[in-house]
């Protein structure tokens, strides 16, 4: 059974920062790309960060980019979002999600990641 699990999440204030982590039970999580999305209540849940399984290469959100960066460790299943200077407009619910046979022209959309964690709240106070 697939299980994505995040946590991190918490309450700071802006300028800070957080590290958000997604601990992955899925087989070959090498071979998957993983993503971060972020939703705020009556929105779309919207891309912030991926990588992509070949080659580790990073993908960001135009609202993000410059202040968080994802990463991850294959030997230990796990995905990282490190996110500094956070802003109040950065308070969501942060999902995590993973699949194959993602690359660039998908990286960004929703519907191409069929595994899915519970979510972490962020919240940034200003």
């Known amino acids: 059974q697939v299980q994505l699990v995040e946590s991190g999440g918490g309450l700071v204030q802006a300028g800070e920062s957080l590290r958000l982590s997604c601990l992955a039970s899925?087989?070959?999580?090498?071979?998957?790309?993983v993503a971060w999305f972020r939703q705020v209540p009556g929105k779309e849940r919207a891309f912030v960060a991926g990588?992509?399984?070949?080659?580790?290469?990073?993908y960001y959100s135009d609202p993000v980019k410059g202040r968080f960066t994802i990463s991850r460790d294959n030997a230990k299943s796990t995905a990282f979002l490190q996110m500094n200077s956070l802003k109040p407009e950065d308070t969501a619910v942060y999902y995590c999600?993973?699949?194959?046979?993602?690359?660039?022209?998908?990286?960004?959309?929703?519907?191409?990641?069929?595994?899915w964690g519970r979510g972490t709240q962020v919240t940034v106070s200003s």
């Open positions: 990588i992509a399984w070949r080659g580790g290469v990073t």
């Open positions: 899925i087989h070959n999580f090498a071979l998957h790309s």
């Open positions: 999600a993973a699949g194959t046979g993602i690359g660039s022209t998908t990286m960004m959309s929703r519907k191409a990641y069929p595994f």
